[in-house]
């Protein structure tokens, strides 16, 4: 069973930086190096909002309006790590962020997630 | 962008009995379309994906119909588990990926 681990969360102060990590393991039948990911992020008591997305030898990025210029999507396939590199947070950013796996076989599916891990952008 | 309206926002409903969600785009995502369920304190699960195929897991008792731009959820009858938060989320036409806003299915 696929298993994503968020980490790096925490409080940061508006204008500050974070980098999350995602952890992967439990693949069967496929590999980490063949999975596109994606970073979802949930605001408090709010609904679900895609982030960004990179591709299996993150050759493809992409990334939501709202955080383009200030995050940048990355993965390390040999470490099995999905990154998340945030910058000039902003109180809008806070957020419970999910690390996804993409379905082998439907483009833009989003499969398995992540637990999550929560971002506070406070003074 | 294609946005994702879902109603109602919140649908009371007594265990036993049947609850329908809908879910409107606003334009065609074909059957590009899939339904999770968040149970608080959780992350999303994968309910249904194109439209109308359960995931691996998912008891028969949800089911998801529609194409084009309308769609809806099914929970035949419901569980003390199926009360959440369903999302509807278009994956035809992007990025960027997007979500309805939610319904959250209560006990009445």
């Known amino acids: 069973e696929v298993q994503l681990v968020e980490s790096g969360g925490g409080l940061v102060q508006p204008g500050g930086s974070l980098r999350l990590s995602c952890a992967a393991s439990g693949f069967t039948g496929f590999t980490f190096s063949s999975s596109w990911m994606h970073w979802v992020r949930q605001g408090p008591g709010e609904g679900l909002a895609w982030v960004a997305h990179i591709n299996n030898d993150g050759s493809r990025i992409t990334y939501a309006d709202s955080v383009k210029g200030r995050f940048t999507i990355s993965r390390d396939n040999a470490k099995n790590t999905l990154y998340l590199q945030m910058h000039s947070l902003r109180a809008e950013d806070t957020a419970v962020y999910y690390c996804v796996r993409e379905s082998h076989f439907w483009s833009g599916l989003l499969e398995n997630w992540g637990q999550g891990t929560l971002v506070t952008v406070s003074s | 962008e294609i946005v994702m309206t879902q109603s109602p926002a919140t649908l009371s409903v007594s265990p036993g009995e049947r609850a329908t969600l809908s879910c409107r785009a606003s334009?065609?995502?074909?059957?590009?379309l899939a339904w999770f369920q968040q149970i608080p304190g959780q992350a999303p699960r994968l309910l249904i994906y194109?439209?109308?195929t359960r995931a691996t897991g998912i008891p028969a008792r949800f089911s998801g119909s529609g194409s084009g731009t309308e769609f809806t959820l099914t929970i035949s009858s419901l569980q003390s588990e199926d009360f959440a938060v369903y999302y509807c989320q278009q994956y035809n036409n992007w990025p960027p990926l997007t979500f309805g806003g939610g319904t959250k299915v209560e006990i009445k």
């Open positions: 334009q065609s995502v074909t059957s590009n």
């Open positions: 194109g439209a109308s």
